[in-house]
């Protein structure tokens, strides 16, 4: 995995390619929602009947649905219809044509993020073939991967080329009639990315690092699907610490993990999507269906994330631990500042017997924020000897803002034990005046407290993430204090 | 709305014309409220572990207003120089040799005017005909039946001593025809400086399968203390539903010691406004179910006023194919700087048909705030279990004792407390008596 | 009283008694000394019957009862009492109540009558006395609280309450300063008895000191690897425990064939 990191810069210092989107049409469908406008995605990307019909299933579910209501957050009504659920990418005559004519307080934020030089054209949509030449950082990593026989390719590649896999463990973990969201991101889901590793084989590259060069363009409707067979590994990481920005306001996606027996899936998240102005206007609403099945004995998938941005935020990575000694973990922070509503936390669904589940998650909020909690530890009746901790810790800063847990625990079995713990903590005067007293500057002083908080949540990233992540959160409160 | 709600409403009482206009404008919002949305269903959230078809089963009916005389009561669970029995919801007679400035009359008696902060305090339940806003069905039923029950009001700076409240209901069979549901309103009305301690006793004598309906509701003025006591003992085809609704002026303590020991399904609601500033409420309870009893305690304690105090300590150990719910909420509203909030919850499952839900909640908007919630489920130590083993007692013996001591802890707050080592021996004797036991697995 | 033979344990499958054979007889004080790790307080919570000490050979006979086959209260009404390394705290159990239910159960055991509270009190009372022990253990639950002095100290009350027939110290000494020692240790001797018999496990040489024994052993990996008299111990004490595996003193497999005398 050494050879990672320094592959890339020099490739990348002189090129930069087109990532593995496949050709498509160019033309966008208008707004709305129908049987037709699926039926059209379907057709554009060439699919299999067997999905079209899996589409309209979806989309039959979804129009018996009703949006829920009981999250802790205060929505506006989403118009399905004014939607336009295909759009073409870009074109490059569309694009900045270099860094000069793009908005400097962009670059500025790129700066302070400590992102890369090489990264920031590509974040700001530059039309790549201004400043690169052809040489394919993709196309060196896929061989490396396809040596190991590990298959990473987007899912609309993955159901042209490995159709069986997809219809073998699609929809299996979160079904379509799962929850409103999914059962629409079901039915028009554009694209995302597919992962398969085989038995045995330890993924010898962190996929996080082939994304950063080379993410697709992220869509609305994201669809994810990683299998890890028998005895294999794989660390993942979607997202990036630059914000992003998209005309898009409502993000639902998909993620489906699989493990099999002594497999292991670590899936870490930086989401820092638009989240709106100081006032609370604009900002992207992020619905996400995240879930893992430790299918496998001895299985293991462990979710990482820091969100600190969209408008909305409401997901719930999610273990369901199946298998006999299976362990689900669940590290989160969560920044909320502003105008910012997040809901969130995750489901344990102990199934199996000596399963583990750990939970840690700290929530920060800021300005007139709501930071929620919401998570489930079930033990059923099978869960002989199971076990779960969980941490569960709130910071607030100033007056205005709101923290609050909702954790649901519901146990079934005489031999499981549940250990649930929750504190609250504010950034207080005084600690900041002995910070001060001692010459620490105001700012620096809430970064340390900050991330002291958020330390044991941090060491679970990959590590060029854990000091991104850190300035992240520095960006995202400034002026948060005083 | 399901059709045994619609069942009950048409029962509902028709209105007599000798009561006050406001009195009967309550009773009318109540009536309103329960007929368009009946009674609470698992889809309600606060609902979501709790289903009513128990009580629907028994072919439970409303009470039809006959005036039962009082056969057997149970023994009392202390000696109090005041005690009062409570049948059918109704207040049976009065006791004598009140201490003065205390007040106590049957909710009837004291509609006749006479209670400063009666029609106020029964007025603060919102009815509404909008679901969201309305407290609950059960409630909306007590208010549209609005009638039977208990006044006591002690006057500023009196120390109103200790009353025993003696729950007991008519047997109206065991299961089918002459299950009755009995409604009553307590209330409480402390002035400032004012003391009370109340002792509930839940205990019909005789096996029956009623449910009772019953709504406290406590008015704190500055400085006032109330001490409750709880200990609900009935039969495992009756049912106790209640809310216990607490309102707390500055400086003011409310202390609440709850002890479900048996009933098939018992209900709790117990709700504290913390209102004025360094208002302090203390809640602390025992839950034991086994058999295919249900227990659902929710206690929920607002901030709204600053520099408040509240704390939550349950235990519950649940055998059998017993359910047990439990909810702790706190509500830190904006302003309410300086609270500080506590909340345990501990549980021991003993069987493997035995179930827990358990969910503290936590919001808070405001600032400088000390929250913190634990919620544990888990089993006994089983390095205690053999050190008392090694000592000669048996292995059930020691599990009940470690069972008991893990209760007791509850009890020893309530000898601390209200300094009466004697009644926390005597709720703890029938703590070791009922508690439930281990499966073999276990 | 107590005759163990080719005594084989097993915990979490690692086999840590490797062959323990001892006899004691009553009014007979052992030692049994050994470096960290030989097997000291697993022989004690054998005897004791805890879950999770698997014994895979061997047998151990006390007053003529096959002791392995019974549970551990049934050997506490019997006559064994272990007196633990670390007590453990049972919060919410009065120490007064918890040791009156275990007397009366042995007592009810033995069909003799049980104590009401008085009588018990008075019993205990008298205990306190001989021990030179306060009473505010009394009031106290068990162990909560306590420091390593009071929870020894609060062992050996009990085993002064419950006159058992073979008392097993586990290190009793372990944790605590001179003084602390010195006042358990007289606790001890005063329970000393004809009828009794005591195995005091210990892995300094200064308890001994206190508690004089009659006989001495060293348990070394899984075994007894030596035995003799009060001076056993003080020499183990100059010499250090690698002494043992210098040479001079073998190894033994069956005690009976001969016990290694010091050279």
Known sequence: MSNGISTIDALVERKYQHGFVTDIQSDTLPPGLSADVIRGISARKNEPEWLLEWRLKAYAHWLKMQQPDWAHLKIEAIDFQAISYYSAPKLDKDRPQSLDEVDPKLLETYEKLGVPLHERARLAGVAVDAIFDS??????????????????????????????LVKKYLGTVVPQRDNFFAALNSAVFTDGSFVFIPKGVRCPMELSTYFRINAAETGQFERTLIIVEEGAYVSYLEGCTAPMRDENQLHAAVVEL?????????????????????????????????????????????WTQVETGSAITWKYPSCILRGDDSRG??????????????????????????????????????????????GLVRMTPRADNARNYTQCDSMLIGKNCGAHTFPYIEVRNPSAKVEHEATTSRIGEDQLFYCLQRGISEEDAVSMIVDGFCKQVFKQLPMEFAVEAKALLEVSLEGAVG | MNEWSTQLAAQLPQDSGSRPDWFRALRHAGAEQFRTHGLPTRKDEAWKYTGLAVLEQHGTQLANGVEATLSSAATPLIEVRHQIDMLDGRMLDTCAELPAGVTLLSLDEALCGGINGLQELLELLPQSAQKKLSSDGFTALNTATLGNGMVIHVAA?????????????TAGGNTGSGARLFNSRICLILEAGARLELV????????????????????????????????VQEFPEASLITRTEVSQKTDSEYAYYGFDLDGGLVRHDLHCSLIGSAAKASLSGVYLLDGKRHVDNHAKVEHIGPDGFS????????????????????YIHPGADGAEAKQSNANILLSKRAEIDTKPELEIYADEVIAGHGATVGQLDEQAIFYLRSRGLNKDQSKRILTTAFCRTVCDRLAYKMSDDKLADAISQRMMDVMPQADDAG | MLKITNLHVEVAGKEILKGLDLEVKAGEIHAIMGPNGAGKSTLGYVLAGREGYEVTQGEVVFNGKN???????????????????????????????????????QRKYRQQSELDSVAFLRLVREKLKILHIGDELLHRAVNEGFSGGEKKRNEIFQMAVLEPMLAILDETDSGLDIDALKTVAEGVNRLRSPDRAMIVITHYQRLLDHIVPDKVHVLADGRLVATGGAELALKLEEQGYAWLEGGGIETLGNQSAGQAQMP
């Open chain 3, 67 to 105: 002791l392995l086959e019974m549970e551990p209260e049934e050997r506490a009404c019997e006559g064994v009492f272990l007196a633990f390394q670390y007590p453990v705290e049972i919060p919410g159990v009065n120490n007064t109540y918890f040791l009156r239910a275990a007397l009366n159960a």
């Open chain 1, 258 to 302: 699989i493990a099999l027996d002594d497999a292991s899936i670590k899936y870490s998240t930086v989401q820092n999507w638009y989240p709106g102005d100081e006032n609370g206007v604009g900002g992207i609403y992020n619905f996400v269906t995240k879930r893992g099945d430790c299918r496998g004995a001895r299985s293991h998938i462990s």
């Open chain 1, 135 to 164: 040489v394919s950082v993709g196309t060196t990593f896929k061989k490396e991967l396809r040596k190991a026989g590990v298959i990473f390719c987007s899912f609309s590649e993955a159901v042209q080329e490995h159709p069986e």
């Open chain 2, 200 to 231: 509930e006793q839940f205990e019909t004598p005789h096996a029956n399968a009623n449910t009772s309906n019953i709504v406290i509701q406590a008015d704190l003025g500055e400085g006032a203390s109330l001490h409750h006591v709880r200990l």
């Open chain 2, 311 to 330: 704390e939550q300590y349950f235990r519950g150990v649940i055998g059998g194919s017993a359910k047990a719910v439990f909810n702790t909420a706190v």
């Open chain 2, 157 to 169: 700076g009196i120390d109103g001593g200790r009353f025993l409240l003696r729950w007991s209901t």
């Open chain 1, 329 to 374: 973990e669940f590290y989160s922070v969560a920044l909320t500042n502003n105008y910012q509503q997040a809901d969130t936390g995750t489901k344990m669904i102990h199934i199996g017997r000596n399963t583990r589940s750990k939970i840690i998650s700290k929530g920060i909020s800021a300005g007139h924020a709501q930071n929620v909690y919401r």
